[in-house]
């Protein structure tokens, strides 16, 4: 099982009816090349019957815009129904599905939630807001913003990424605006989830065992493993691996760091092996992932 998690969509996870799949971008089992996603909900949808299943994002925080037709939220097993236009903010790790009437219209917008430390980290004026789960009206003017950043995002550009990350950091900070501060709107999971995750962040080069992080966060190797599989979907071990595929594809995307150094600083004395785990966990070599990102091959 801890071979098919290196993967950050996880097939094999279906298979267990008592666990949430949880997903890169639904249904994919490709990289995430990019600073940002976003497409058409008929886009992914409509080949789908209207329908996405139950499931959730490790590292990604999703917001949707539905402009038209009719579509049915489930948020955390509860269903609610989205009066267009709407907008619905999930963050990473809640588990979510849409049914959605034919032919319904509108953007879903996809940001790995660590390259965004300004609109999801502590003390960012919008991390309180957006770590809940919420649906909202959604103001007039703000299919035009969505419809901006899409045609950015498919297409080439001077500045680019800086402009993809403007236009995604100002939606957000509209969507923060419109976040509820009633009681009873979602609250995130168990915040040792949290911990564990800092914990790998800052001990990525040092080759911790679950037992060190376990013993850092005060439980047992076992409600560790507990916790990981209650609360993302992912063992231990996967959900370790697939934050030291993330760093590892930040590190290729915004540095010039040889492979081999990148492999060095995630813990990975052997740069073969460093090679052949991202070629697992991504599709392909860490040095083809490069030129992915670059445009080139």
């Known amino acids: 099982m801890d071979d098919a998690e290196l993967f950050w969509h996880f097939p094999a996870m279906i298979d267990s009816a008592h666990v949430i799949p949880a997903w890169q971008l639904y249904g994919e089992d490709s990289p995430f090349p990019d600073l940002l996603h976003i497409e058409r909900i008929v886009d992914r949808a409509a080949g789908l019957d209207w329908r996405i299943a139950p499931h959730r994002h490790v590292h990604l925080h999703q917001m949707f815009l539905i402009r038209s037709g009719r579509a049915r939220l489930t948020i955390d097993g509860a269903a609610q129904d989205m009066a267009c236009p709407a907008v619905a903010n999930i963050p990473r790790g809640v588990v979510h599905g849409f049914a959605f009437s034919a032919g319904t219209d509108g953007y879903v917008l996809t940001l790995p939630a ?61 969507l923060a605006e419109l976040a509820p501060h009633a009681p009873g709107t979602h609250t995130p999971g168990d915040p040792r989830i949290a911990r564990f995750e800092a914990l790998i962040r800052r001990e990525l080069a040092s080759g911790w065992t679950l037992g060190d992080y376990a013993h850092a966060l005060a439980i047992s190797e076992r409600q560790l493993r507990r916790l990981c599989t209650g609360q993302t979907g992912l063992s231990a071990h996967g959900f370790l691996e697939t934050i030291r595929l993330r760093e590892a594809c930040r590190m290729l995307a915004y540095t010039r760091m040889q492979v081999q150094e990148v492999g060095f600083a995630l813990g990975f004395d052997d740069p073969a092996y460093f090679t052949r785990t991202f070629r697992r966990g991504m599709g392909l070599a860490p040095g083809l992932y490069r030129k992915r990102l670059d445009g080139v091959g």
Do not use: K, N, Y
């Open 114 to 174: 660590a390259d965004f430390p300004e609109l999801f980290v502590d003390p960012a004026e919008t991390a309180p807001l957006l770590a809940r789960a919420f649906i909202a009206p959604a103001p007039e003017d703000m299919q035009a913003p969505f419809a901006q950043l899409a045609a950015l995002h498919h297409g080439p550009g001077a500045l680019r990424r800086l402009r993809l990350r403007a236009g995604a950091v100002s939606l957000c900070c509209t």
